[in-house]
């Protein structure tokens, strides 16, 4: 130390404010392994600062309430050769002259030497530096807070994107819109693009301009007269089938005394089931479509919070069903079987724990796949399990999320080699298990910037829709997928604000566009709140894939063209008010009145169910008391 007093000794009020020399080679600047970093934060008593120089603000501050600025602290460095022992006041021009002799004098020695000189700051730079942000500040000149430095990586990838698409700007930081202006056109050029290809429904054919009020009328009337060639009357009747859209009038309501989470129609449209929490599986017989029949129900065992999911094999034998358990439920449809379920441990992955430890997870979705002998699930563990029925184990598991995987699915329903799986951690990956001897994804899918609440595949191996807690549904396609090596350099969790969808309301003016989306549409509309609400394609047979929709926890069906248009909105909450009379012994422990007693009624869909072949939807509300499941056209 070159000062004659300790940096640690407390300063007299009566002397002037003097510098510490730091010297490296100094024992009191060397660390060791009995220092202790930590201090006490010590307030400085009113006035103490009084007789310093008034240069600015000297005071301590709260370190957690100006921890990011540091506009008001001023840092002087006084550099000195290692021949200068003294302190006396020189001639500053001298001392200039004399610095820049011995600087030349040590380069023409050799610039290997590079002696270090000690740093001049004074006892009350230190000590308010480190009453902001501790030793962190003194060291790390270029030290910021994590949420700033995000802040500024995605403001200055947006500037560069922005000077890229226009080169006339030259100086500058530009940015994005946020909010509703940085919201997607509509309607979408390339969802308008898709709708011509004839992937997605057919195309009118007009024949004149005419503009008639009665157009289903009409069409129905030529279909009957036969007019037009054999390829107008084909491409008429798909038209038919696919503007039926189901409206806001429920022809059947079924009330259950438990929140209803989720259901679904089977592929041939003869079966339908739901998922209440009160660990209840009940199937109908739908093959009438306008007169359902209850003929049974299955339990889950020992279940935790409600069943999570459920999917029926491809040949309706076998309904397999979750909870937030490592235990899957597999139990037969026919109503003369009334043995217990088969219990599937997607935990036991074939491989023997000598301490006989068994991991616990719960599972969020689970699908069958196309020739039924397989099942994936999405895990709590941040992981997707492939469960191979006849060998009673899981046959594969995929680490591949940093959080829970709340939707899985295969990509087509003729091969079980393609996966898709939605997380928390905002990206949708692509798995083929034809190559994964490293354990690697295929591609990611990068958009979304809260997490994914559900995926549905189109079935074709191409197209992908995943619905999100950022209040939007996006549409896909694996040929426009990022590779893992790009994906690898971009995080994901820059992008994102970790939503609370559960207690809050999503704020739209918080919303920033996802610099590296590679989605084809972005729908919205609809609310992504409370619950993992659900969106899926429209059936081919009954709407001619022409339509996407998703539930809402407004209480609304929305239903979307292709190119992000509404095309129909299904108001669950309008269809099902004051359906059923209200029981105050039960309305004490349920939360779907507003208000509690006298409120007003309150639904929320979570999932729906278009009928693959009649212009029907069934709607599941997890809310209680209101919990229709039509079987006609609407709810």
């Known amino acids: 130390m070159s000062s004659s007093q300790a940096p640690t000794s407390p300063p007299n009020d009566d ?68 021949n200068d022992e003294d302190e006396d006041d020189e001639d500053n021009e001298e001392d200039e002259e004399a610095g820049d002799d011995e600087e030349e004098d040590e380069h023409e020695e050799g610039e290997t030497d590079n002696p270090r000189r000690p740093i001049y700051i004074t006892r009350d730079q230190i000590m308010q530096l480190l009453g902001h942000a501790g030793l962190g500040r003194i060291f790390a000149s270029d030290f910021t807070p994590r949420y700033s430095a995000r802040r500024q990586r995605i403001d200055g990838e947006e500037g560069e994107e922005e000077r890229d698409s226009d080169p006339s700007r030259t100086s500058g930081r530009t940015r994005r819109p946020r909010g509703r202006a940085a919201f997607e056109k509509v309607p979408s050029e390339q969802g308008t693009e898709l709708m011509q290809t004839g992937n997605f429904g057919s195309n009118l054919r007009t024949e004149d301009t005419i503009k008639r009020k009665k157009r289903l009328a009409y069409n129905i009337m030529r279909r009957e007269l036969g007019m037009g060639s054999d390829g107008r009357q084909k491409n008429a009747n798909r038209l038919l089938k696919q503007d039926m859209i189901p409206e806001s009038v429920a022809d059947t309501i079924i009330h259950y005394n438990a929140r209803c989470y989720s259901g679904q129609f089977s592929d041939d449209g003869n079966f339908f089931f739901s998922c209440a929490q009160d660990f209840r599986v009940r199937m109908y017989d739908t093959s009438n479509p306008y007169d359902w029949k209850y003929y049974k129900s299955v339990v889950y065992p020992y279940g935790q919070w409600t069943i999570t999911d459920a999917s029926l ?60 002998r397989e099942i994936v699930a999405g895990t709590g563990d941040n992981s997707v399990y492939v469960y191979d029925i006849e060998r009673r184990q899981s046959v594969l598991r995929i680490p591949g999320h940093q959080d829970d995987v709340n939707a899985v699915c295969f990509g087509d329903s003729q091969s079980p080699h393609i996966l898709y799986s939605g ?203 209101c919990l229709p499941q039509p079987s006609t056209n609407a709810f």
């Open 423 to 625: 997380s928390d951690d905002t990206t949708l990956k692509v798995w083929d298990r034809r190559s994964m001897g490293d354990g690697r994804e295929a591609g990611v899918f990068l958009g979304h910037t809260e997490g994914l609440t559900y995926v549905d595949s189109k079935g074709d191996g191409r197209y992908v829709l995943s619905n999100s807690k950022d209040q939007t549904a996006k549409l896909w396609d694996l040929r426009k997928m990022m590779s893992k090596e790009k994906a690898d350099g971009i995080d994901p969790n820059a992008y994102t604000t970790r939503f609370e969808y559960r207690s809050n309301a999503y704020d739209e003016n918080d919303y920033r566009p996802h610099p590296h989306d590679c989605s084809l549409v972005t729908f919205r509309g609809h609310k992504v709140l409370k619950t993992l609400i659900r969106c899926h394609f429209s059936p081919p047979g009954s709407t001619d894939s022409r339509y996407v929709y998703s539930g809402s926890y407004d209480g609304s069906v929305y239903i979307w063209n292709m190119d992000a248009t509404l095309a129909g909105k299904v108001d669950v909450l309008k269809a099902t008010k004051n359906s059923r009379p209200r029981d105050p012994d039960l309305l004490a422990d349920t939360y779907d009145y507003w208000g509690r007693n006298g409120g007003s009624w309150m639904t929320c869909v979570r999932d729906a169910s278009w009928h693959p072949h009649a212009p029907m939807i069934a709607g599941k509300p997890p809310m209680p008391r």
């Open 313 to 372: 094999s491809p040949d309706n034998r076998f309904l397999a069903y979750s909870s937030i358990r490592s235990i899957v439920c597999l139990a037969p449809t026919d109503p003369d079987n009334e043995s217990e379920p088969h219990l599937l441990d997607f935990s036991d992955i074939g491989t023997h724990n000598p301490r006989g430890f068994q991991p616990y997870f719960g599972i969020w979705s689970i699908r069958f796949s196309g020739d039924g």
């Open 15 to 82: 002397e002037t404010p003097r510098t510490i020399v730091y010297d490296p080679n100094d024992p009191f600047w060397r660390d060791t392994d009995d220092d202790d970093d930590d201090m006490d934060f010590v307030p400085a008593e009113e006035g103490s600062m009084q007789g310093e120089d008034e240069e600015g603000d000297l005071s301590f501050h709260d370190a957690a309430s100006r921890l990011s600025n540091l506009s008001g602290v001023e840092i002087a460095f006084e550099f000195t050769d290692d």
